[in-house]
């Protein structure tokens, strides 16, 4: 079975711009996460997706948005992109509806703004 | 809120020492626990999980045991090997969906 996949593995971005990140599921995991790794701040929850619908969000401005499809897949969205969202982007998908299950990682978008 | 705290890092050991990462949580409810690594360039793998105060998690030769009264999580390895050298995150999940709270992580650097 084909883990999680994201796509780009890395990009560099000029402040100001806007950013796509794409994530693709283990097939048949309908919810998606994601969440931001920096050295400074750790790793911190952006928003996760079940069915298409935003099911928990984390603390980050509105610059930050994500959208899931009917496939699963999922984009997050970074729009005037800031020096200080350089880091790894991380998703990671999970098997079922079921609370706190164990979520399955990709191996992450690195974005670097300049 | 909720919360978790993990020892500093990094943790420098020689190889077939024993390794303890102590990891206490403050959470609003009942949460799960799990331990996570990341190996240098990778994303997050799930190491081990409980679900319940005093299952004890278990995968590679790692453990961990949910303590509800100390709140903690501390994660074991009887001899540890240079493979393992990767950064270890605890973390705990409460609530409705999977999402997670993180400590800061600890690095492991272990010496052949």
């Known amino acids: 079975k084909a883990g999680v996949t994201q796509t780009p593995r890395y990009l560099i971005k000029t402040r100001g711009q806007q950013v796509t990140l794409s994530c693709s599921p283990i097939?048949?995991?309908?919810?998606v996460s994601w969440y931001q790794q920096t050295p400074g701040q750790g790793l911190q929850f952006l928003f996760e997706y079940f069915s298409e619908t935003q099911r928990n969000k984390g603390n980050f401005p509105g610059r930050f948005s994500g959208r899931q499809f009917s496939n699963s897949r999922s984009e997050m969205n970074v729009s005037t992109l800031e020096l200080g969202d350089s880091a790894l982007y991380l998703c990671?998908?999970?098997?079922?509806?079921?609370?706190?299950?164990?979520?399955?990682f990709g191996q992450g978008t690195r974005l670097t703004v300049v | 809120g909720n919360s978790v705290t993990q020892m500093e890092g990094p943790v420098t050991l020689s190889e077939e020492a024993f390794l303890t990462i102590n990891c206490t949580y403050t959470a609003t409810g009942y949460p799960s626990l799990f331990w996570y690594v990341q190996y240098p360039g990778e994303g997050l793998q799930l190491l081990l999980k409980?679900?319940?105060?005093?299952d004890k998690g278990s995968n590679k030769g790692f453990e961990a045991t949910y303590r509800k009264e100390t709140t903690s999580f501390h994660l074991e390895k009887g001899s540890v090997q240079v493979s393992d050298s990767a950064v270890y995150f605890c973390a705990l999940s409460v609530g409705a969906g999977n999402m997670l709270t993180f400590g800061g992580g600890t690095r492991l650097m272990v010496k052949p």
């Open positions: 990671a998908s999970s098997p079922h509806e079921g609370a706190r299950t164990e979520a399955f």
């Open positions: 097939s048949g995991h309908r919810s």
């Open positions: 409980a679900t319940k105060a005093d």
